[in-house]
């Protein structure tokens, strides 16, 4: 099998933390993710390059830095149901989405298995919480009723790297 690739924005731990201690309040447990991060590009394969050039072609990326904050708890329902916290300032997770489609254009494809519909769903910057949600619509409800506040800066980029089912940092750019 092919390996996957994400190009991503980490989150800070103080910012997990949070996320999970709140989340433990209103669901009962932890959060599933090991690695938070707002994805920028989903998963994709390497076409026409290896991972050296791909490194390369993103370090090319102009990231301006800015300060991100939540938005609004929610779920995707995909072939499980998912939650998570969208991320704001939209456009400028947007500029260097744009940016890396534009870099990578021809040299990678998206794994679409994930997705019910097996379309590349449209950009929104958000951080997953738990890929086995349950109880979705009063969880969400209890989330968002906790008013939780959270920035932090972003400035860098990471690639990571599917192994062994787990996201794993190859490179911060």
């Known amino acids: 099998m092919a390996t996957r690739y994400v190009l991503a924005v980490s989150v800070p731990d103080e910012i997990h933390a949070l996320l999970d ?6 669901s009962g447990k932890h959060l599933t993710i090991a690695n938070a ?3 920028i590009l989903p998963p994709f394969f390497l076409a026409n ?3 050296s050039t ?11 830095p800015f300060t991100a904050h939540n938005e609004m708890f929610g779920v995707f329902h995909q072939q499980s149901d998912i939650f998570y916290v969208s991320v704001e300032p939209f456009d ?5 989405y744009e940016q890396a489609l534009s870099v990578l254009e021809g040299v990678i494809t998206f794994d679409l298995e994930p997705y019910a519909d097996k379309n590349l769903p449209p950009l929104l910057p958000h951080i997953s919480l738990d890929y086995q949600a349950e109880n979705t619509k009063e969880t969400v409800e209890k989330l968002n009723a906790q008013h939780l506040l959270l920035t932090f800066s972003v400035d860098s980029l990471v690639i990571l790297k599917e192994v062994d089912g787990a996201w ?6």
């Open 54 to 64: 791909l490194t390369q072609k993103l370090a090319s990326l102009h990231v301006q």
């Open 168 to 173: 794993n940092p190859v490179t911060t750019i």
């Open 21 to 26: 201690e709140t989340y433990l309040k209103v």
């Open 49 to 51: 390059i290896d991972e």
């Open 92 to 96: 400028a997770f947007s500029s260097i």
């Open 37 to 39: 991060h707002i994805t």
